[in-house]
């Protein structure tokens, strides 16, 4: 089996948003989808874990945007695992156009092996004699930064918005969806707002988990709020009832050029 | 050509609630999506009306739940029309495994034609010479109630809720998108409501378009606002900026017996 999984996916029309392009949330649930059929056709997928008492967690993920998919457009996910430590892997993906000519955009994830019981990280070398690392392929490229972690400065933080979560945001585990993270995020920012300027990356790092009926706080630096509606860099920190830091999200963004 | 259509999905992990089954919500979306795809097939899809100055607008849902598909869980819609008069066209659906021996839904929908231009209903028979009417089909059974008009007595409604629509909301029209109604409306009930209830029958009517920042206000009659958490049928009404009507739903709840 190639080490490099390859999955199509569709740009279905209610997944599209009011320019017809590919919202960013269902473009990194395709790639998280893409994650859990490449791991799963190669024996260390979610449900075997399951039976271990194992599961992935995902820790942070990077999408750079080249130009999303219009409505009705098919494209494959390629995604592999660049590199895989006792703690970590790192996985990346690369989004293209069915024939291959076009890049949609890249994206780089961390994983985390758990114990479903303790929740505590686990040996990920563990599974199978290590087999993981027949897997690596190291030498294909993801030409977009790393992205390490997200530096906010809390202590003067400004308050951007609430969000009341509830049933739709909940997956099996119980938790606020890491596509759900995406989608409240891009929602801080209007319609306007989106239709004059696109993403061109978009990094999240997930802290800690948040649960239905959890308030969701949504923060900036209190120096960045005067500037969120501008373009370059904005830094987003997720916590949640007012206390306990959720995730972090760091986006570029780009004006785009009246037509 | 089959006059009836038949689409496989996968009941994917961030498509599951709390439960690992699918959301009502990705559901409707996948009926939505085996519509488009069924009339695009056979020539009276919205790509094509697009390009006649005609759209399809989705008037009524109606979906019955047997039994939800469960994560990773791979089915199929079947869709066709059941009939189609000048200003209207019924569309049922039957959700099955993909074997064909388990029936996990039906649903019944109906449809207007619009002139884009002036959004005005248009003769649906005028698109090719009645040729819609080649692909009815009129003896596959839909075992499920038509369903009418929602009637809720408005005059002494009950507040809910409250839901302010933002960017992912909103579809290539500018509209809030069918499926994200039934997302707002069963969001409207706790985890903990989900997890001794379920939905047998969800039904939706669409009055007129709200837009991304309308915030919608979720009612139901006084005298049912107390019956909210019981079982058996709940009315919501969804109006926005407090004067307007936008959608009607009427959901039948079942309680489920304790494990």
Chains 1, 2 share one sequence.
Request: proline share 2%; charged share 25%; net charge negative.
């Amino acid at each position: 089996m190639d080490r490099i999984g390859r999955y199509e996916f569709l740009a279905e029309p209610f997944h599209c948003d009011f320019s017809g392009r590919l919202f960013l949330g269902h473009l990194g649930n395709h790639m998280l989808n893409a994650a859990d059929f490449h791991s799963t056709d190669r024996g260390f997928g979610m449900r075997r874990l399951m039976t271990m008492q194992r599961s992935w967690v995902l820790s942070r993920l990077a999408i750079e945007v080249c130009e999303m998919p219009q409505q009705y457009e098919r494209f494959i996910v390629e995604t592999w695992v660049e590199s895989a430590m006792r703690f970590f892997t790192q996985r990346n993906f690369r989004v293209v156009s069915t024939d291959g000519n076009k890049v949609y955009a890249y994206g780089r994830s961390v994983w985390a092996m758990i114990d479903t019981a303790t929740r505590q990280p686990t040996d990920i070398m563990a599974i199978d004699g290590g087999a993981l690392k027949e897997w690596i392929v190291a030498d294909k490229e993801c030409p977009i930064e790393k992205g390490g972690r997200v530096r906010i400065d809390l202590t003067n933080a400004a308050l951007i918005e609430e969000v009341k979560t509830a049933y739709s945001d909940v997956d099996i585990n119980g938790h606020v969806n890491s596509v759900k993270y995406i989608e409240h995020v891009l929602n801080l920012w209007t319609i306007q707002w989106h239709s004059s300027h696109r993403i061109r990356r978009f990094e999240i790092a997930y802290v800690a988990e948040a649960h239905a009926g959890d308030t969701l706080q949504m923060l900036t630096e209190q120096k960045r709020a005067k500037m969120l509606n501008d373009d370059g860099e904005q830094l987003i920190a997720i916590m949640k009832d007012g206390e306990k830091e959720v995730a972090r999200c760091r986006l570029v963004a780009e004006a785009m050029a009246d037509d």
